[in-house]
């Protein structure tokens, strides 16, 4: 982190608050409740406080950020607790946050997609989810695990064919056909792997690839 003075430390984290707070809430909010997406709003930038002199300049201070409130939400999720006191203290500008994130339980495809990421570890499903949610490449997927980019592709990959496995899986289960006519499944499994036949558009809590085009599609390619 460039800058000695004090005061030029306390303004560089002011900026990075005012600029990446709503990333952070989109984040937490995708993967917790309202409470506790506060929290990790919170906890993350008291990190951010507290390291301020080894947070990474641009490009990498978002899934330096990402990385942050990943394990941020890891903590609160093995110790179950909440912490009210900070919730008090940033919920005026909480609420102020402008933050889209789509209702997964009126969308039918995005619902499909969930349901498979159930299925696989959370280590896979986080992948594909900042991926898809985030925009991340995966060298910015490896900042947020702290692991190479080498290694980010390749577990990528393999998360992207166990996603495919889940999604055929579900297709058989809940969509087996009662005669030998499968082309409505094959039109719908073309938008899945690839888009050929045309995937939904959708926003996630950001201008960049739908949940559904890119976990459903992308992903699986």
């Not at 402008?98 to 495809?109: D, N, W, Y």
């Not at 889940?166 to 289960?173: F, M, P």
């Amino acid at each position: 982190m460039t800058g000695s003075g004090p005061d030029q430390a306390q303004d560089r984290v002011a900026a990075i608050y005012e600029r990446y707070a709503s990333h952070i809430a989109a984040y937490a909010l995708r993967r917790s409740s309202g409470c506790d997406a506060a929290d990790t709003v919170a906890e993350t930038f008291l990190v951010v406080w507290r390291r301020r002199d080894v947070v990474p300049e641009e490009p990498q201070t978002l899934p330096w950020l990402y990385g942050v409130a990943r394990r941020v939400l890891s903590n609160q999720r093995r110790s179950s607790r909440r912490q009210g006191r900070l919730w008090k203290r940033l919920a005026s500008e909480f609420a102020a946050l402008e933050v889209s994130v789509p209702p997964l339980e009126e969308i039918e495809e995005l619902r499909r997609v969930a349901a498979a990421l159930e299925h696989l570890s959370e280590d896979d499903a986080e992948l594909l989810r900042l991926t898809a949610w985030e925009a991340l490449t995966p060298s910015e997927i490896a900042t947020v695990f702290d692991i190479a980019p080498g290694t980010a592709r390749q577990r990528l990959s393999r998360a992207r064919q166990r996603l495919r496995k889940q999604l055929a899986a579900a297709d058989a289960d809940s969509h087996r056909p009662a005669t030998n006519d499968l082309g409505p499944e094959r039109s719908h499994r073309s938008s899945l792997d690839g888009g050929r036949t045309g995937s939904p558009k959708g926003s996630a809590g950001h201008q960049g690839p739908s949940v559904v085009g890119t976990v459903g599609g992308g992903l699986t390619r």
